[in-house]
């Protein structure tokens, strides 16, 4: 069984067991913190890694993701502020909970959610990664390609509030990703004769720019407008309101467990994330809730549900990661390059070659789950409390100097500062025009990939597009992504995106 | 990885500083930084790595490898180039890569490898292999020649990218048997040997190194180069098999500012000789199917001045 060995090798090491211990804490507050992704921050992160033994450092920011995931929650319902994307659904139901005097249910409910979601997912990844790799091992090109084109047509579907808005990212972040050489001919292409460009836009520092700076800049603003006070709920005198009845964690245990599989299955694809299954998840049990009325107005499925979907994509997310070399998340595009740093090779080969480092990170995976739990459901109020306290006028500049050592450290670039800063200013105007910053970054992940694979296909071809029909697998991906897509254009959008601009 | 590395080797250095203390060098005075112009984790990275760590021991000062991967290790070139040439800031030039760069970039390109670059010492050099996938009909490289010159249409090849020295050894290969065959790009070595691997190709050229581990799924039929790898010791050159020889390997070749004193260049011209030419490199690298191998600077510039003249036509030929 892997995954005993992963328990060993991981109760072997107990500087990995320190760090999951650490990234549970640290995921939690960070996720917390509003605007600062789960993706941001294990972005910042990357340089601390390199000080680590690979389980270690894969652990780490693994960890951080899922407890970076769960923690958003905390800012949503206490303070109506999505602590990241993720959480934006969390805050319809969660925040009026709080305002009720019942945050600390809500909070509990958050938690328990969470954690099924994310046990589920990793029981996926755990049962399903070996298997999915011995099939993916045969993929060429054409499978490759037929796999991205499904996940541009699912994510151009589902992201975002204007189907117009969410294109014009998606087509800025493919123009951006173009920059570099080209991946056949190996010609620069739109360089304007900038040496540094020749390898394109590092992920990083755009990722950290878009992300974080942008996020900066709006909270500056919010500060100088003196508009920085958030409305924190008051915690019910009543101890009652604060307890989570077992009968209604019980009833609610279907939508978690079906939410689950939205979020599982939403993770495998490549490219949608934490915020898609939020949303999908949060839609989805609405429609079905017996009580959909009182959605929106503190319903606890209403947490259950899109708390369940995004945890339950942590584990999955990793499964295109480990047995295809293709990134779901920005979370496991970052996990990417810290194997390649530490000199594991990434796809079908790594279940052979690092067999008991990828079986220890997802035992670490389930010890975070478990670590994140208790900590949320014990501190979780306590966090939030304490977060409010800290001036923001000494938590984002702090954040600001992380921002900056990690744009330069990973390639010791001062062009990747400037791209990084660049990037902030880009995202904080995508932000304030109402184009989802996500897409950009997604397509700008997905088109490397994307295009090599259709180049490549074309040329292993020797009757040019028709390769992708006649291979059933690339036929197949083919086919689902079309469907998703034909299917949200006709019946889902109007319900995604409701929720999306409400929030 | 920098940041420890710096880190304990500042340590070290000032641990060196107060325990050898030698009597009269004023060189070198500092650690001295080896610059890899591709990303940690790769083939010219274990070779500076390995050098590394091990130097300090007959340099005195601690070496840190610091990497700034992009535009085919030209970025790094360019860096070092515009050093104070006092010798503490070397390149680890993955030679053959950085010819074939220049050449691409004829009168644009950044550095000159040969005029701007004096070399310190080759410390190895990586050799392509013809790979194909476990189950190919081809048992041997004549086999294959022999099957592509009836049926070129159905056959397509993978190598590490274009303007890579795997992908002109293949075209040089090819071109002296006679062959066009279509060629298909992947980005590194890594994705080309899973193309092969994974039966997407009849054969590809990369790092022969790139088949250690995939015994099961990828057969080698052959190594470029006049002798035969010493870290992979049982597949034959092509010579040995009645096929014409691909004089191509790529040498990794420590290399300074060309300005850098000669006295300078020859203190650590003989540090590297030592290090390179001790038992425990050979062996560590060859934990990575690497081979070491030591040529001093004066060889390893003729090579380099060889091995840019068989690139030339190829270059030309290539780039349509």
Sequence with gaps: MGI????????????????????????????????????????????????????????????????????????????????????????????????????????????????????????????????IAKQTARFGPPEYFAVYVMAFLVIGSVVGSSVLKGLTATLLGILVALVGLDPITGDARWTFGVLELESG??????????????????????????????????VAPDPKANRLPLPQVLRLLPTIFRSAGYGAVIGIMPGLG????????????????????????????????PEAANNAVSGPSMIPLLTLGVPGTTVAAILMGVFLIHGIPIGP????????????????????????????????????????????RFVYPLIFITALVAAYSTRLSLTDVQVMMAA????????????????????????????????????????????????????????IGVAVAVWRLWSAPSRTQRIATES | ???????????????????????????????????????????????????????????????????????????????????????????????????????????????????????????????????????????????????????????????????????????????ENGLTVQDVPFKGGGPARNAVAGDQVAFGFMGIQLKNGFESQIRALGVAGASRDPANPDVPTFAEQGLPDVPLTNPQVVMAPADLPDDEAATISAAIEATVTGETYARLLGKAGLSGGYEAPSAATDGLVALEAELQPLVQATRA
């Design chain 1, 4 to 131: 005993v060995d992963g328990f060993a090798f991981l109760f072997a090491n107990p500087t990995a067991l320190a760090f999951v211990v650490l990234a549970a804490l640290a995921g939690v507050v960070i996720g917390a913190l509003p605007g600062l992704t789960a993706a941001a921050a294990i972005a910042m992160l990357v340089p601390i890694t390199y000080f680590l033994d690979p389980l270690s450092a894969l652990a780490f920011l693994y960890v951080i993701g899922k407890s970076g995931r769960y923690g958003g929650s905390i800012a949503a319902i206490l303070f109506n502020t999505p602590g990241t994307t993720a959480s934006v659904a969390t805050m319809a139901d969660g925040h009026p909970l709080a305002k009720r005097g019942e945050g600390i249910k809500a909070l509990r409910m958050a938690t328990v959610a969470s954690m099924i979601g994310d046990f589920v997912g990793d029981a996926i990844l755990i049962f399903g990664a070996v298997l």
């Design chain 1, 201 to 234: 836009f590092a992920l990083v520092p755009l990722l950290i720019g878009v992300f974080v700076i942008a996020e900066l800049m709006v909270q500056a603003e919010r500060l100088a407008l003196g508009d920085g006070d958030n409305t924190i709920a008051a």
């Design chain 1, 274 to 305: 934490s915020s898609v299954a939020a949303f999908v998840a949060y839609a989805e049990e609405k429609r079905r809730a017996p009580d959909r009325e009182a959605w929106g107005t503190g319903a606890l499925g209403g947490i259950a549900a």
């Design chain 1, 349 to 392: 080969t790594l279940f052979v070659v690092a067999h008991d480092l990828v079986f220890g990170l997802f035992a670490a995976g389930l010890v975070g789950i478990l670590c994140y739990g208790l900590i949320g459901w014990h501190f979780g109020p306590l966090i939030g409390r304490v977060m409010q306290r800290v001036p923001a």
């Design chain 1, 424 to 479: 902030g200013l880009l995202g904080y105007a995508m932000r304030r025009l109402g184009f989802p910053p996500a897409a950009f970054i997604i397509a700008f992940i997905l088109t490397p990939g994307a295009e090599e694979a259709l180049r490549q296909s074309l040329l292993l071809s020797a009757d040019g597009g028709w390769v992708f029909l006649t291979r059933p697998v690339a036929a197949t991906a083919l086919a």
């Design chain 2, 1 to 175: 990885m920098l940041d420890r590395r710096r880190l304990l080797a500042s340590t070290a250095a000032a641990g060196a500083a107060l325990l050898t203390r030698p009597a009269f060098a004023s060189f070198p005075e500092k650690p001295i930084t080896l610059v890899v112009g591709f990303a940690a984790g790769g083939g010219t990275d274990t070779y500076a790595r390995t050098l590394a760590s091990l130097i300090h021991e007959s340099l005195g000062v601690p070496m840190v490898v610091v990497n700034k991967p992009g535009a085919a290790g030209m970025i790094a070139a360019k860096f070092v180039a515009d050093q104070p040439a006092d010798g503490h800031t070397l390149y680890m030039a993955s030679a053959g890569s950085l010819l074939v760069k220049a050449l691409y970039d004829g009168d644009a390109a950044p550095v000159a490898p040969l005029e701007d670059f004096r070399a310190l010492g080759q410390i190895g050099a990586s050799i392509p292999g013809l790979l194909v996938p476990a189950s190919s009909p081809f048992e041997s490289a004549p086999d294959l020649v022999a099957a592509a010159r009836s049926d070129l249409e159905a056959l397509r090849w993978a190598h590490p990218g274009r303007g890579s020295l795997f992908q002109l050894t293949g075209v040089a290969f090819l071109q």
